[in-house]
């Protein structure tokens, strides 16, 4: 039987504490990646640029002059888990929203809509949801609602969320004639361009 010399026994010890300093060292930086704290003025508000929703079934398109969102943050300056909630968008401003065959067009809020960080920071772009989206939408003659929500990326340099993706949906059967003009129904997909900036706004993680 081969003898177990102090030289391996030395080997051994220096191997695990290598490997227990670089769990140690390891440790705070997972840590510090698992959470994110937002930071930003009282009210915060996200200025819309060139935003336009899309029935994708029935290809027509609302665009809007102004669709500002205005709202809280919550906690400012206190980290929390990724996904939990930043803050709450509860006063929609907008103007100018218009239809090819529709014309002019009211969106309006009917709740508050919930802003949250859903991921770690890549350089100074985050991952970013709005949740709890609902909204009226009436056009001449066509009243319906939406609800769903919207995924993005947030841009810590610039203030920017840009939208990706969107689970939004008429959430409703259409009322009125010029429904069946546009051809809106409950179900359709409602997909969504443009930004939204909210200056003052930063998000660190954690």
């Not at 996904?83 to 929203?97: F, I, K, M, V, W």
């Amino acid at each position: 039987m081969k003898k177990i010399t102090n030289r391996v026994l030395t080997g051994l010890a220096a191997g695990a504490l290598a490997v227990g300093t670089v769990a140690a060292m390891s440790a705070p930086a997972q840590a510090a990646a698992d959470g994110y704290t937002p930071t930003g003025p009282d009210p915060v508000t996200f200025v819309g640029d060139t935003v336009a929703f899309t029935a994708d079934d029935a290809g027509q398109t609302l665009t809007c002059d102004v669709f500002d969102l205005e709202g809280s943050i919550t906690a400012s300056g206190t980290s929390r888990a990724f996904g939990d909630s930043a803050g709450t968008l509860d006063d929609l401003t907008s103007s100018g929203c218009t239809n090819p065959i529709a014309g002019d067009t009211t969106v309006e809020p009917t709740g508050a809509w919930d802003v949250a960080i859903t991921g770690a920071e890549v350089g100074s772009v985050s991952p970013a949801a709005l949740s709890d989206v609902t909204a009226s939408v009436s056009a001449a003659s066509c009243d319906f609602n939406v609800a769903g929500g919207v995924t993005g990326e947030f841009d810590d340099s610039t203030g920017v969320f840009t939208p990706t993706a969107s689970t939004l949906v008429i959430s409703d059967d259409p009322v009125g004639f010029v429904c069946t003009l546009l051809g809106v129904a409950k179900g359709q997909h409602i997909s969504v361009d443009g930004s939204w900036t909210a200056a003052g706004l930063t998000i660190t993680n954690p």
